[in-house]
C-alpha cells in the first residue's frame, strides 16, 4: 500500500505569483490500484505526481512507500522504487545512445553497478525478446540511436524502459497526448498489456475522458490542488462521459468546461 498524507506545495510563495498547486492532499493506493486521474489544466494532476517522484520537495505532508516515508528522498532514490513515462516521448530516452545502451541503463534501476561492459551478449538476447512484444521490429534494430526513432516508437521503448525492473508504482503522466491518434491507441494498449501482466500498481494522468473511465480499475478528479472525486467498483463501471462532463461544470461554474476536457 501507498499512502499518500496531507501533502501540500505552494509555488512562488509570498510572492503575487503565488499558487497553491496541492493543498493536504490524502489519498490511500492499493497493490494493484489502476487509478485514472483527471482535473482540468493546473488542478494539480501532473504536480501530484512530481510530488510522489521528488521533483521538487513538498511544504509539509508524508508519502509512504513500502512502509518508509520517502518524503526527504532524492529524486534519482524514488526513481529505484517508481518508474515513469512523460507526456513528450522524448524525455524518457538518450537520443545519443543506442536502443540497447538505453535498455540497459534502465535495466540497472536500483542495482549495484560497477565496472564493464555496459552491453553483453546475454543482455543483448533479454533485451530482443522483451522488444519483440511491442511488435515494432525494434529487436533488430538494437545499435540504433534512439534519437532516430518516431515519438510512437521511442514511447513504446520509455514504457518497457520504465517497467523492465519491475517497480513499486508506475506514474503515468499523459502519455499518449502528444502522439496521433493511432499511435496513441497503441501505446494505451501496451500499457493495458503491460500492467495487467505484471499487476503494476498505476497512477496515470489524462485529458482523455473515455480513457479515464475504461481504463482502471479507479477513478479520482483533482480540482484546485484537491482530490473532489474518487470512485471505483460498480460506480465506475457505470460511469459516463456525461457524469464527468457534469461534475466539471459544477465545479467550475461560471468558467465552463475547457476544450481539453470534451473527447474528440
Not at 506545495?9 to 497553491?20: I, L, M, P, R, S
Not at 485514472?36 to 509512504?64: E, P, R
Not at 545512445?97 to 549495484?112: D, P, Y
Not at 489524462?206 to 482530490?227: K, P, V, Y
Request: one cysteine or more; charged letters at 25%.
Amino acid at each position: 500500500m501507498i499512502s499518500i498524507i496531507d501533502i501540500t506545495k505552494t509555488f512562488n510563495k509570498g510572492d503575487v505569483n503565488q499558487v497553491a498547486a496541492l493543498s493536504k492532499v490524502n489519498l490511500e493506493v492499493h497493490d494493484g490500484d489502476f487509478i485514472t486521474i483527471i482535473g482540468s489544466n493546473g488542478a494539480g494532476k501532473s504536480t501530484f505526481l512530481n510530488a510522489i517522484a521528488g521533483t521538487f520537495s513538498l511544504d509539509s505532508g508524508q508519502i509512504i512507500l513500502d512502509g518508509d516515508d520517502v518524503v526527504n528522498w532524492a529524486e534519482y532514490k524514488r526513481a529505484s522504487l517508481i518508474g515513469r513515462v512523460f507526456q513528450d516521448p522524448l524525455l524518457g530516452t538518450c537520443a545519443g545512445a543506442t536502443i540497447e545502451q538505453n535498455l540497459a541503463m534502465a535495466n540497472k534501476r536500483g542495482k549495484v553497478r560497477g565496472l564493464g561492459l555496459g552491453v553483453k551478449n546475454r543482455d543483448r538476447e533479454f533485451f530482443r525478446e522483451k522488444l519483440a512484444v511491442l511488435k515494432l521490429g525494434l529487436e533488430d534494430r538494437l545499435k540504433s540511436h534512439t534519437g532516430l526513432l518516431s515519438g510512437g516508437q521511442r514511447q513504446a521503448l520509455t514504457m518497457l524502459m520504465a517497467t523492465m525492473v519491475r517497480p513499486r508504482l508506475l506514474l503515468l503522466d499523459e502519455h499518449t497526448a502528444a502522439l496521433d491518434p493511432k499511435t496513441g491507441g497503441m501505446i494505451l494498449d501496451l500499457t493495458a498489456e503491460i500492467v495487467q501482466s505484471l499487476g503494476l500498481t498505476t497512477l496515470m494522468v489524462t485529458h482523455n475522458m473515455n480513457q479515464a473511465i475504461s481504463m482502471g480499475n479507479r477513478l479520482i478528479m483533482f480540482h484546485r490542488g484537491e482530490i473532489v472525486l474518487d470512485i471505483s467498483g460498480k460506480e465506475k463501471a457505470n460511469l459516463k462521459v456525461n457524469d464527468l462532463l457534469l461534475r466539471f461544470s459544477e465545479l467550475r461554474g461560471e468558467e465552463g468546461v475547457s476544450d481539453r476536457m470534451l473527447l474528440c
